[in-house]
């Protein structure tokens, strides 16, 4: 078959933070993306465009670039595509579309942390995928890196996932992605590699074991949309990769949607990636990666084929959701008011806030145009839905997103999606990896137990540290992370991945205590939290606007407390001595969004809006909350 030898396609996968985005910026430098009077202003991590991967220093978003590389023996240029996915299994979605555009991908693995859960996960989609493997050893100058061990490890994790003998024949190349070198010839443990000075032995690599596209001359046009973005001028922008044919501007194409129809379409635009910007290019042929634009409802997984012959592209499938919460309006009394709840004037703050059921349900239904592992389903009430997704992170994350756009919102308590196998019950399981000193390894066992979570394997690589595997229902793991970084004072570290479902676990003990709860609305005042703050630790500051049914701290009991936190002194005309106590209030315990989710009982949820996270009762009435609590006690 005919083959293009101008253009290589291949992603970038590994687990958080082993540099995948690093090394893709040494890459476009040594490339010649940038000119020279670019280098000075060009930021680090630069395909992080979004400004939440910025801040949690994750990729989220699955990003295309494009090189062009000339050989040093001064053959044609070579366009490279890179893919760089995210490396957190709760954005698998994106690591499978990734995959489905590429012919070859780079497994990057950190030189000390070796092979870790979300790297099982990336692996075990592209060795689904058929797709040949190129080996990458990052991060070679960590004084702790254990380069042997690393790769035989990696040789393991081959084996355990099944891959066939081509498959497990895959080169090494061992980086130091910040410095931006790389070598063929394995560095000293702790050192940079010496025979190099650049990336250019990772170029050699990636296009001598990176297979060129191959085509049929006689095929008619196929073109698989990966992904969609979207532009003040042009619209919606399908991005796609062409499978056979030609695909020009101004061309009139089949567009076969996902319920089979077809329909007749023009390219207004297309476009082609260089470095980081799309260019107006005037045809596309087998093996590119192009956007293309002037079809405003087109949707990923869809074909643009050839009019007189459509044929379609089998769909992209993902991983079935294991996390969903409830998203729907605020319905506290500080709706559409400022973080403090005061507010200038309470008309012209809603005004500028999305606050009704239209506008939330029309914002989840465009996220669902470019998140293909989302689901949204109705409930009971009209003003809320279910958001179904891979995990905790990926639902806050969309929550946090919405917020910055101006959303109030009320969120639930995340749960699990259950499913049923024979008339029983099964839920999801994960696979948790977990990295600590020695000396917390029985708090970690212990906190594990609790969580109904069973042991699979442990090994102790001399360091001080011990690394164990557990399977653990998903359920176990909401409000996980606090505990556990407390447990081990910060120094611990955990990932895990989805694992399948097994039979229901029973029930679960996660919090053991209760929550102080507001009996009134009011200013939080100094001398009231005083007073309370022996009861438990307190989430408001003096002065915040508080409601009654609002959660305002942590209880040091099991069991809710009401209070008055919003209770004044008294003043009187007579002085004594020892009438006036001046004691220090201890900082309030500030809660992030996925820190407020992780509190939550199944009777709480969270308030979100742009200023603001307030954690509430559901049923905000003390005294309803009173029987309702006295007829599940008697039933």
């Known amino acids: 078959m005919p083959t293009r030898h101008d253009i290589r396609n291949v992603a970038?996968?590994?687990?958080?933070?082993?540099?995948?985005?690093?090394?893709?910026?040494?890459?476009?430098?040594?490339?010649?993306?940038?000119?020279?009077?670019?280098?000075?202003?060009?930021?680090?991590?630069?395909?992080?465009?979004?400004?939440?991967?910025?801040e949690k220093g994750i990729t989220i978003l699955a990003k295309n670039t494009a090189?062009?590389?000339?050989?040093?023996?001064?053959?044609?240029?070579?366009?490279?595509?890179?893919?760089?996915?995210?490396?957190?299994?709760?954005?698998?979605?994106?690591?499978?579309?990734?995959?489905?555009?590429?012919?070859?991908?780079?497994?990057?693995?950190?030189?000390?942390?070796?092979?870790?859960?979300?790297?099982?996960?990336?692996?075990?989609?592209?060795?689904?995928?058929?797709?040949?493997?190129?080996?990458?050893?990052?991060?070679?100058?960590?004084?702790?890196?254990?380069?042997?061990?690393?790769?035989?490890?990696?040789?393991?994790?081959f084996l355990d996932l099944d891959a066939d003998e081509e498959q497990i024949e895959f080169p090494i190349v061992y980086a130091c992605g910040r410095d931006g070198i790389a070598s063929l010839t394995k560095p000293e443990d702790g050192t940079v590699p010496a025979d190099s000075t650049n990336?250019?032995?990772?170029?050699?690599?990636?296009?001598?074991?990176?297979?060129?596209?191959?085509?049929?001359?006689?095929?008619?046009?196929?073109?698989?949309?990966?992904?969609?973005?979207?532009?003040?001028?042009?619209?919606?922008?399908?991005l796609l990769r062409v499978e056979q044919g030609e695909l020009k501007k101004g061309q009139t194409v089949a567009w076969i949607k996902r319920d089979g129809t077809i329909a007749n379409v023009r390219i207004s635009e297309l476009m082609m990636t260089e470095a980081l910007t799309r260019k107006p290019a005037e045809k596309?042929?087998?093996?590119?990666?192009?956007?293309?634009?002037?079809?405003?409802?087109?949707m990923i997984g869809e074909t643009l084929a050839d009019p007189e012959n459509p044929i379609a592209l089998p769909l992209i499938t993902v991983d079935e959701p294991a996390i969903s919460m409830t998203i729907g309006t605020n319905t506290s009394p500080l709706v559409g008011r400022g973080g403090t709840g005061k507010g200038a004037d309470a008309k012209s703050a809603i005004k500028?806030?999305?606050?009704?059921?239209?506008?939330?349900?029309?914002?989840?239904?465009?996220?669902?145009?470019?998140?293909?592992?989302l689901r949204v389903l109705d409930t009971e009430r009209p003003d809320a839905w279910e958001v179904q997704g891979r995990g905790e992170l990926a639902l806050a994350i969309l929550v946090e997103q919405m917020r910055r756009e101006g959303f109030e919102m009320t969120i639930g308590k995340p749960q699990v999606v259950t499913k049923e196998v024979d008339g029983k019950t099964y839920e999801p399981v994960e696979r948790m990896t977990i990295d600590v000193p020695e000396e917390h390894m029985g708090a970690v066992t212990q906190l594990m137990g609790t969580r109904k979570g069973r042991m699979d394997n442990m090994s102790n690589h001399g360091s001080g540290w011990v690394r164990m595997e557990f399977v653990v229902p998903s359920r176990g793991l909401i409000g996980f992370r606090t505990e556990f970084l407390t447990n081990t004072r910060g120094t611990g570290i955990a990932h895990s991945i989805h694992e399948g479902h097994e039979p229901w676990f029973g029930a679960l003990q996660t919090r053991n205590n209760g929550s102080l709860v507001a009996d009134r609305s009011g200013a939080v005042t100094a001398?009231?939290?005083?007073?309370?703050?022996?009861?438990?630790?307190?989430?408001?500051?003096?002065?915040?606007?508080?409601?009654?049914?609002?959660?305002?701290?942590e209880n040091s009991r099991s069991d809710d407390m009401d209070v008055n936190i919003t209770k004044e002194k008294k003043l009187t005309n007579m002085?004594?001595?020892?009438?006036?106590?001046?004691?220090?209030?201890?900082?309030?315990?500030?809660?992030s969004l996925e820190q407020s989710l992780e509190f939550c009982r199944d009777d709480e949820c969270v308030e979100v809006t742009p200023e603001a996270v307030r954690i509430r009762k559901v049923n905000l009435d003390a005294r309803e909350r009173a029987r309702a609590a006295s007829r599940a006690k008697h039933g």
């Open 12 to 54: 970038i996968v590994a687990h958080v933070d082993h540099g995948k985005t690093t090394i893709v910026d040494a890459m476009l430098k040594q490339a010649g993306a940038f000119a020279a009077h670019q280098l000075e202003s060009v930021d680090d991590r630069v395909m992080d465009s979004n400004d939440l991967e910025r």
């Open 67 to 157: 090189v062009k590389y000339h050989p040093k023996d001064g053959g044609d240029v070579i366009t490279i595509n890179i893919i760089d996915t995210p490396g957190h299994a709760d954005f698998g979605g994106e690591v499978e579309r990734g995959l489905s555009m590429v012919d070859a991908v780079v497994l990057l693995v950190d030189a000390s942390e070796g092979p870790l859960p979300q790297t099982r996960f990336v692996l075990r989609k592209a060795l689904q995928q058929r797709l040949p493997v190129i080996l990458c050893i990052n991060k070679t100058d960590r004084p702790d890196s254990r380069i042997d061990e690393v790769v035989n490890e990696t040789y393991d994790l």
């Open 199 to 238: 990336l250019e032995p990772f170029f050699s690599t990636i296009l001598e074991h990176v297979p060129a596209p191959e085509y049929d001359e006689t095929a008619p046009l196929q073109a698989h949309v990966t992904n969609l973005d979207a532009d003040n001028f042009l619209g919606r922008i399908a």
């Open 284 to 298: 596309a042929g087998p093996g590119d990666i192009c956007a293309v634009a002037g079809i405003p409802d087109i």
């Open 352 to 373: 500028d806030r999305k606050v009704t059921a239209r506008q939330v349900k029309d914002r989840l239904e465009r996220e669902l145009i470019g998140n293909v592992s």
């Open 527 to 553: 001398f009231a939290m005083t007073n309370l703050q022996e009861r438990g630790v307190l989430f408001t500051e003096p002065g915040t606007e508080v409601y009654e049914g609002m959660i305002v701290g």
């Open 575 to 591: 002085r004594s001595s020892s009438a006036d106590s001046f004691e220090a209030i201890v900082p309030p315990r500030k809660l």
